[in-house]
């Protein structure tokens, strides 16, 4: 299934123990009524539902996702969005590229450690060419998580991990 309704989860490849991404679009809806649009800094939820047939473990289709309070257990958490200039679909590896770059930037200001200290994963996610253009997505989400992808029950901001 690829539609507007879909996104790609993603591996984010930085220095060191930060890799792993996952990729979404607006107008998705989790199972609790959550919008991928209406997800911002701070924002826990778990692991996004995918679609069979995924291309590899970096690359996943999304499904929906959940919002979880912080302080309860959860998978993932926005540490930050930004938001792509309106335009024609810039394609994936503009995406992934900008992504990366942001996302990099944002980490020690929302965490307390740097890219190369840290022990968390992150991760973001990217508007599809049906997301960009059905749903006027333009939002790079930044996400963090445990390497081994347990469960937390506190946000990670400040965390220093």
Known sequence: MNSANTARARGLVLPVLLAGLLTGCAGLLGSDGTGYADLKAGDCFTNPSTESGAENEEVVE???????????????????VSEMSDGDYPGEGVLDLNAKHVCTEEFEGYVGSTVEETTLIAGYIIPTPESWDQENDRAIMCTLGDTTGEEVSESYKDSGL
């Open 62 to 80: 999304v499904v929906e996702v959940d919002l979880i309070p912080c302080d309860e257990p959860h998978q993932q958490e926005v540490f930050f």
